[in-house]
């Protein structure tokens, strides 16, 4: 059993199809109202900041950044034994919504509040997609 | 905000609150646990089993083996009873049933009212616990639980916050495990009571960064009851009663973490929980003589009693250093030794916290004992500062 099987796998349904099937092809998908132009995230069937259910999908731009992180060093689930210490970030999108996920490939002394981070993708299923993050390069 | 007492609502006090010692209790049941501390609560009060009217529950664990658990003890006392009633609100669950109690005692409902609460942990192993339970239910099971989230991940989030926002330091936090095992040592409820130095908390293994082993709780075992009345009545039972004087709740509207949840360091729930309980009581945040928080790490700790107002924000950290929260300092928090010394059976943390004040506001509390304490605060709350629950009591003789 891989560590991945063993840790709790997203539930595609018909809500939230969208955003597993955009981050399995690579985007970061987010829900937007289509009156009050609100970005929302995780998906609800209602928007929250004005009440309306009509809900447009969009691609976001996948940048944003690291609002605050841990690093989790005592596995307190089996299934994160083989994992740790990893690491744990609130990211706030360029579009205002944030999201918890993980830095990808950075040490952990290299993770700060502020710091800049891009979506990558991890690809769990066919259809379901893990939206991840690397750090920006500041020179780029 | 509604000013004062509620018109046309009773007076409620508190004439009896008695805990079992904060522990591991192996292969004792949920029932077994309970029912010793809710007949030596009805003894201290004067009362039969007889005179109790209603019963207000903390709801076990999904790994407890009795079901329908309020059934079963009201009929070890086979009492006939016109309220009985078994609460869930997560990590305020036994706030929630301290209040559904005292609303039942405040509408005239019921006269006696008892609240329970057990929550047995230590049986079950801490992983089996957090991938179960706790993982599940601390987040949006699709969107937070797959990067392997955990309760105190998301209080590790708020830390980070407190140490760059604040200028914080890892030593503050120490500070508050220090000073909150230094009030269990001289309670005998609390769990954990050998000496504890800063250095033994910043040596401590690392939990979720910057959380150290010795910033977090003990995985407890505990009980509580506590009986209710309304206020006309209090001297039948105690010449010392303790008055319930105000309340409040507010529920934000988050799960942890929604997509804009604002500022980690200032949550909404809490400064409008503790407006609302203020001005009911009429008192402000420089009235209160103690405070018992819910807050299972120290960081939290420091988060919460700034939200309460008892510090300006960013100030409460300092403050520790300096031992204003200390028995002898000038707003004395966690007296009880707080959830990383006296202990965190969670669903009864709530309960353990009131136990605490009941026994500051009679100047039952021996050696940890504030002097001359008159008005006390209590707090709960679930996820991360989702929803907060405040209380203040005042002493009655």
């Given at each position: 059993m891989s560590t991945r099987e063993a840790l709790i796998v997203p539930e595609v349904t018909e809500l939230n199809r969208p955003y597993w099937n955009g981050a399995a092809a690579g985007a970061l998908m987010l829900q937007r109202c289509v009156e009050c132009r609100a970005y929302r995230h995780?998906?609800?069937?209602?928007?929250?900041?004005?009440?309306?259910w009509e809900t447009s999908w969009v691609p976001a731009s996948g940048g944003g950044v690291i609002y605050s992180y841990t690093v989790v060093v005592h596995p307190v689930h089996r299934a994160v034994e083989r994992l740790v210490p990893y690491n744990v970030v609130l990211v706030e999108l360029d579009e205002g919504v944030r999201v918890v996920s993980t830095v990808v490939?950075?040490?952990?002394?290299?993770?700060?509040?502020?710091r800049r981070v891009t979506a990558v993708f991890e690809r769990l299923t066919p259809e379901i997609g893990l939206p991840k993050f690397r750090l920006a390069h500041a020179a780029s | 905000m509604r000013q004062g007492q509620p018109v046309g609502l009773r007076r409620v006090a508190m004439v009896g609150a008695v805990g079992l010692r904060v522990g591991t209790y192996g292969a004792t049941p949920e029932h077994e646990l309970l029912v010793p501390v809710l007949a030596e609560a009805l003894r201290r009060a004067r009362?039969?089993?007889?005179?109790?009217?209603g019963m207000v529950f903390t709801h076990p664990r999904p790994y407890c083996r009795q079901r329908y658990f309020s059934t079963h003890i009201q009929s070890y006392l086979r009492t006939p009873m016109s309220f009985v009633l078994e609460v869930v609100g997560n990590g305020m669950t036994g706030g929630q049933a301290f209040r559904q109690a005292a609303d039942a005692v405040a509408s005239g409902r019921v006269d006696v009212c008892v609240v329970l609460g057990v929550s047995r942990e230590s049986h079950v192993p801490t992983a089996e616990h957090m991938a179960e339970t706790s993982s599940k239910a601390v987040g949006d099971v699709d969107f937070h639980t797959p990067f392997g989230i955990n309760p105190l991940t998301w209080l590790a989030l708020a830390a980070q916050r407190y140490l760059v926002d604040y200028g914080g330091s890892t030593e503050m936090f120490a500070e508050v495990a220090v000073k909150n095992r230094r009030h269990a040592a001289l309670n005998p409820l609390a769990h954990l009571v050998n000496p504890l130095t800063r250095a033994d908390v910043l040596g401590s293994r690392l939990i979720a960064d910057p959380l150290r082993l010795l910033d977090c709780p003990p995985r407890d075992d505990g009980a509580v009851a506590i009986v209710l009345v309304p206020e006309e009545r209090a001297g039948e039972f105690t010449d010392r009663p303790v008055l319930l004087k105000g309340y409040g709740e507010y529920h934000s509207g988050t799960h942890m973490l929604n997509?804009?949840?604002?500022n980690l360091l200032a949550f909404p729930a809490i400064e409008r929980a503790s407006s609302a309980a203020y001005a009911m009581a009429g008192v402000?945040?420089?009235?209160?003589?103690v405070a018992e928080i819910y807050a299972p790490t120290t960081n939290m700790e420091l988060i919460v009693a700034e939200g309460l107002g008892l510090f300006p924000k960013g100030r409460a950290g300092a403050a520790t250093l300096d031992g204003e929260t200390a028995l002898d300092g000038h707003v004395p928090i966690c007296t009880s030794g707080g959830c990383q010394s006296r202990g965190h059976p969670p669903l009864v943390t709530p309960l353990y916290n009131i136990v605490e004040v009941f026994q500051q506001l009679r100047d039952e509390a021996d050696r940890r004992q504030v002097p001359n304490a008159r008005l006390a605060l209590t707090t709960s709350e679930l996820g991360l500062m989702d929803a907060i629950l405040v209380e203040i009591f005042e002493s009655g003789d």
């Open positions: 995780p998906p609800t069937v209602m928007c929250g900041a004005c009440g309306a490939d950075a040490a952990p002394d290299a993770l700060a509040i502020g | 009362l039969s089993h007889r005179d109790v009217d997509d804009r949840p604002g402000t945040a420089a009235d209160i003589d």
